[in-house]
């Protein structure tokens, strides 16, 4: 796959700046994580883009919320209500009534963020950020930290362990392993999914636009536009469904 | 899984193996890429598996929503959510694909 347009002039600035990188003092596990893509790359182009699109949202999203009118919206404003509403409304829906204002923060900046970095693989000159399986474990480990933390804050940490023993005592020890296990498979199944649907999508449409780069890769990207919505909406619905499931109270 | 449909995959095995074999005893070509082979099969019948669940979830889910249109949102997204969940179990097998392909 060729790369975004930043990945070789950033990577020759931070160069020029900094030297290269220390590749030669780490040993080879550090240097397989911190930089895979071999000694005179600092950062991989999933890193770039994602600072790209992060400083695109830092700068966008404020200067626009100064033009916000209450009384006469404009279609930028209508649009970004469109989304939040959405997504406090499914909160409300899974989670329990009230409780959208209170998530919506984090599940808010995930839509937006996976939105529209799903959203850049249509442009040819970007590279999808959540293409990558480094971004989207960002992204999962995220969701992971966060619902564990709320299930903490609900309902202490005794009471959220308590949570994984399922209601009978001897069977608690089988529950627990069992629980811990399968809430340790979310990370991998949240980060996996959607680094797969866009980059298998992105791939795929590579392969149609390098046989003819007209007419051919259309449909595909069609289903690609539909991939990106639906993964955005997955990824949300599924982090919601997560901290439904850790700060619900027991029913007796 | 019918009789007939399973002899039938089996009979497709078959005719897809032999061409593989062949090509393992040309002199040459230094062996079968069985990672090709295994991504190839792999994304095959995980591609399969899940389309024929997938066909099974959506007309659940057109059947629910034609007798009863009132419910046609919450089988919405119950519907979506089942299918995305359907197709992870094929992602998995895409980047096992594309992970074992160059081996």
């Known amino acids: 796959m060729e790369h975004?347009?930043?990945?070789?002039?950033?990577?020759?600035?931070?160069?020029?700046?900094?030297?290269a990188p220390p590749v030669?003092?780490?040993?080879?596990?550090?240097?397989?994580?911190?930089?895979?893509?071999?000694?005179?790359?600092?950062?991989?182009?999933?890193?770039?883009?994602?600072?790209?699109?992060?400083?695109?949202?830092?700068?966008?999203?404020?200067?626009?919320?100064?033009?916000?009118?209450?009384?006469?919206?404009?279609?930028f404003q209508n649009a970004n209500e469109m989304i939040v509403l959405a997504v406090r409304d499914l909160i409300d829906d899974v989670v329990g009534h009230g409780?959208?204002?209170?998530?919506?923060?984090?599940?808010?900046?995930?839509?937006?963020?996976?939105?529209?970095?799903?959203?850049?693989?249509?442009?040819?000159f970007l590279?999808?950020?959540?293409?990558?399986?480094?971004?989207?474990?960002?992204?999962?480990l995220t969701s992971f930290i966060y619902f564990n933390a709320q299930g903490v804050r609900e309902h202490g940490v005794v009471g959220y362990l308590k949570h994984f023993m399922g209601p009978i005592l001897f069977l608690a020890p089988l529950m627990f392993v069992i629980e811990v296990i399968s809430i340790l498979a979310r990370i991998v199944s949240l980060s996996l999914r959607l680094?797969?649907?866009?980059?298998?999508?992105?791939?795929?449409?590579?392969?149609?636009?390098?046989?003819?780069?007209?007419?051919?890769?259309?449909?595909?990207?069609?289903?690609?536009?539909?991939?990106?919505?639906?993964?955005?909406?997955?990824?949300?619905i599924l982090s919601t469904i997560y901290i439904a499931g850790a700060v619900a109270h027991e029913e007796h | 899984m019918s009789k007939k449909g399973f002899y039938g995959v089996l009979t497709m095995l078959a005719?897809?193996?032999?061409?593989?074999?062949?090509?393992?005893?040309?002199?040459?070509?230094?062996?079968?890429?069985?990672?090709v082979v295994g991504a190839a099969f792999a994304i095959a019948v995980a591609a399969a598996a899940g389309a024929f669940a997938q066909g099974k979830a959506t007309a659940a889910a057109c059947e629910?929503?034609?007798?009863?249109?009132?419910?046609?949102?919450?089988?919405?997204?119950?519907?979506?959510?089942?299918?995305?969940?359907?197709?992870?179990?094929?992602?998995?097998?895409?980047?096992?694909?594309?992970?074992?392909q160059g081996k």
């Open chain 1, 4 to 19: 975004s347009f930043l990945y070789g002039p950033v990577n020759r600035f931070l160069i020029s700046l900094l030297g």
């Open chain 1, 24 to 75: 030669a003092k780490l040993s080879p596990g550090w240097r397989a994580f911190l930089f895979p893509d071999g000694e005179k790359i600092w950062l991989q182009d999933n890193v770039i883009m994602a600072f790209l699109l992060f400083a695109f949202l830092a700068l966008t999203l404020p200067l626009a919320r100064r033009t916000f009118r209450k009384r006469s919206p404009n279609w």
């Open chain 1, 99 to 124: 409780a959208g204002k209170k998530y919506l923060p984090l599940l808010g900046a995930f839509t937006y963020f996976i939105l529209l970095s799903n959203l850049m693989g249509f442009f040819f």
């Open chain 1, 127 to 140: 590279t999808p950020p959540t293409s990558s399986f480094q971004t989207t474990l960002a992204l999962a």
């Open chain 1, 195 to 236: 680094a797969g649907n866009i980059g298998g999508e992105h791939i795929a449409t590579g392969i149609f636009f390098g046989m003819v780069p007209i007419l051919v890769p259309w449909p595909m990207m069609l289903l690609g536009l539909i991939g990106a919505l639906l993964q955005t909406f997955i990824f949300v």
């Open chain 2, 15 to 35: 005719l897809t193996a032999a061409p593989a074999f062949a090509q393992g005893t040309a002199p040459g070509t230094g062996g079968v890429k069985w990672g």
């Open chain 2, 64 to 100: 629910g929503m034609a007798r009863n249109p009132g419910a046609a949102g919450a089988i919405r997204t119950m519907a979506i959510l089942g299918l995305a969940l359907i197709e992870s179990l094929v992602i998995y097998a895409l980047v096992i694909a594309f992970s074992v």
